[in-house]
């Protein structure tokens, strides 16, 4: 599974992806466990940080599974 | 309805003319220009640098505009954003509506900028004069 980084979270991370894997699909709590294990700094973003898969906002009864494109999507500010 | 959604890193270009296809359809095309003003939130900056997640920003805003087209009746939407380093007094954004009337190509055209800065996955980070 992809995982996309952008803006301000992309630069403290100092990265803009990585790759994870699943032995079956996940709820966002058990992703976000496994990416927090990962990439420690992400907590301080979780609250305002929502999931994207596959281009679209995840639903809270999504669930997450290798071969998905997962974006963590911060607050945007287009225009 | 016509839709064009480009994202590009060099400066906008001036926009041609609006689409043949509101031709005889539409009287009204209304544009918006957005540009880098050199104070953001009370802090000098020399540009802004966007970051676009461009194929989820692509089918957000097609979704928005398809909307926006059943509500006001769109017949053509063309909008153009930059991404990458937009300096102070540079277009940032560009986004053009054709409506029936006056009155549904302004709304939707505000309406659309709105919906921009809600849930579209654009970012901007500012950067500091050296």
Do not use: C
């Not at chain 1, 894997?21 to 966002?28: E, K, L």
Request: glycine share 6%; no cysteine.
């Amino acid at each position: 599974m992809k995982i996309l980084y952008f803006a301000h979270v992309a630069k403290t991370l100092g990265r803009r992806e990585d790759e994870v894997s699943f032995s079956a699909p996940v709820t966002a709590e058990a992703l976000w466990e496994k990416l927090l294990t990962l990439r420690p700094a992400l907590g301080q973003y979780r609250a305002t940080i929502h999931l994207a898969r596959n281009s679209e906002y995840a639903g809270p009864q999504d669930q997450f599974a290798d071969g998905d494109e997962v974006a963590l999507i911060p607050p945007v500010s287009g225009g | 309805m016509w839709s064009e959604i480009l994202f590009m890193e060099a400066p906008l270009p001036s926009p041609p003319s609006p689409p043949e296809a509101m031709h005889g359809v539409a009287g009204a095309w209304a544009e918006f220009h957005g540009y880098v003003r050199a104070d953001e939130h009370g802090q000098k900056i020399s540009a802004l640098r966007y970051d676009i997640y461009e194929p989820m920003a692509r089918k957000q805003l097609a979704a928005h505009i398809e909307e926006l087209a059943k509500t006001h009746g769109l017949v053509a939407v063309r909008f153009w954003h930059r991404s990458g380093l937009v300096r102070v007094g540079e277009a940032s954004v560009y986004a053009a509506v054709a409506a029936p009337h006056r009155k549904e190509a302004f709304a939707a055209l505000g309406e659309l900028m709105n919906r921009l800065k809600k849930d579209v996955p654009i970012w901007k980070a500012e950067i500091l004069p050296e």
